[in-house]
């Protein structure tokens, strides 16, 4: 039973909607980000099929904003009907700082395709 709930934390933690802010000089512009936000589209499900290297795919660029799905292994994203864009738009809310906007965040288990890839994260990063 206690094993049960430590990894019931440890699934709680590692998947909150809070961004992991990383912003810096060297950060894309906000500006940027909220084009290629918007250049994702309806719908779309930030697929990682990168199962190698950095095991991250560019999802969508513009300017000096790079948007990139990123996991152990492929993975097929988040489910149909969940916009990538709402997570995306949460990191833009809470790590811009002068203009420029970094981070990454690990969507809820809930909304991913197959419910179990804790290491599946969303992220800007300079193009």
């Known amino acids: 039973m206690l094993a049960n709930q ?3 934390f440890i699934i709680s933690v590692v998947t909150s909607t809070s961004a992991n802010c990383e912003t ?3 950060s894309p512009l906000v500006s940027d980000c909220q084009i290629a936000i918007q250049n994702l589209g309806a719908d779309n499900q930030c ?5 190698f290297g950095s095991e991250c795919t560019t999802v969508t660029t513009h300017g000096t904003c790079k948007i990139d799905a990123c996991s152990i292994g492929n993975t097929f994203g988040l489910q149909k009907g969940v916009d990538c864009g709402g997570y995306l738009q949460t ?3 809470q790590c811009n700082s002068n203009g420029r906007v970094g981070g990454t965040l690990f969507p809820m288990l809930c909304n ?8 599946y994260k969303v992220q ?3 193009a």
């Open 112 to 119: 991913q395709a197959q419910g179990f890839d804790v290491s």
């Open 6 to 8: 430590y990894f019931l």
């Open 124 to 126: 800007f990063s300079h």
């Open 24 to 26: 810096s000089d060297a």
């Open 47 to 51: 697929l990682n099929t990168n199962g």
């Open 91 to 93: 990191i833009l809310n």
